[in-house]
């Protein structure tokens, strides 16, 4: 087993040859959200704000979780809680809490992603997790999507 | 708690992690074995195992005066993989991130460039 894994607790990090301010819109703001994440966002880029995200079709079994906006830190950080049912205010205990945090590194960005409250949300909202990221059907759905994305990006 | 959340909150302690890890190293162990090879009482040790044991990660059998416990190396996988997959679901949004930054920023240089 990795040891490297602390359960509980997930880590990544990666860097993006784009700026901080570039970077922290694309995890923050409802309308890229939606590029690489649910299939819809909708809720209000303000701490306290809560909303919600929607993967595939809600009535072909698909699933409506809220989104509660913690804290806005533009450029250097942005934290939000999801998995709480809709409607409901993420606070610890009902939910996961996400925290994206930038540093300026070379011309781009460091950006490290924790996710937390496994531990104390159990085991079955791993499994959600889990059954999310099967939603999605990685890249076979996100290709063509991202593509029609940078094309309407260069038109505009 | 649900079977789930037990097994869990007995897979996120670093004590019972460690023991797994020597458990799967050396092919199973009892209370006394593992305890020299960890910071803590052969009593503690015990304690853990009993944890361990109850949520099927590892299973006891009577080797003379002691358990010998061995790993469940099904259980433990089913419990690995369930995070594992989160974490890739995270590598994947992150690159999708990535991807999608920089095209914005390249888009908006192009622009710029075009504009000045």
């Not at chain 1, 509660?68 to 939910?95: C, H, I, M, Y």
């Not at chain 2, 109850?54 to 419990?79: C, I, P, S």
Request: hydrophobic share 40%; no cysteine; charged share 25%.
């Amino acid at each position: 087993m990795d040891q490297a894994v602390e359960l509980g607790t997930l880590e990544r990090e990666i860097y993006v040859d784009a700026t901080p301010e570039t970077v922290f819109d694309v995890v923050s703001d409802p309308k890229h959200v939606r590029e690489w994440w649910p299939d819809e966002a909708s809720y209000d880029v303000t701490p306290g704000a809560t909303g919600q995200i929607v993967f595939g079709d809600p009535e072909a079994g698909g699933g409506v979780v809220a989104l509660t906006v913690l804290e806005v830190d533009r450029p250097r950080s942005f934290t939000f809680r999801w998995t709480q049912a809709p409607g409901e205010t993420g606070v610890e205990g009902n939910s996961l809490l996400v925290t994206f945090a930038l540093t300026p590194e070379g011309g781009g960005t460091r950006l490290r992603m924790t996710e937390t409250g496994f531990r104390e949300m159990g085991w079955e909202v791993a499994v959600l997790e889990q059954q999310y990221r099967e939603h999605e059907t990685g890249w076979d759905h996100f290709l063509p999507r991202l593509a029609t994305y940078a094309a309407s990006l260069d038109a505009s | 708690m649900t079977a789930d959340d037990d097994l869990w909150s007995a897979i996120g302690d670093p004590t019972r992690r460690a023991l797994l890890d020597i458990l799967l190293a050396d092919g199973g162990g009892t209370a006394t074995t593992l305890a020299a090879r960890v910071p803590v009482t052969r009593q503690a040790v015990a304690k853990h195992l009993t944890v361990l044991d109850r949520v099927g990660l590892v299973h006891g059998t009577a080797a003379g005066r002691e358990k010998r416990y061995r790993v469940d190396e099904a259980q433990l996988a089913r419990a690995a993989a369930q995070l594992e997959s989160v974490g890739s679901a995270w590598d994947a949004r992150l690159q999708r991130i990535k991807k999608l930054a920089e095209s914005i920023e390249k888009n908006t240089h192009t622009k710029e460039k075009d504009n000045g």
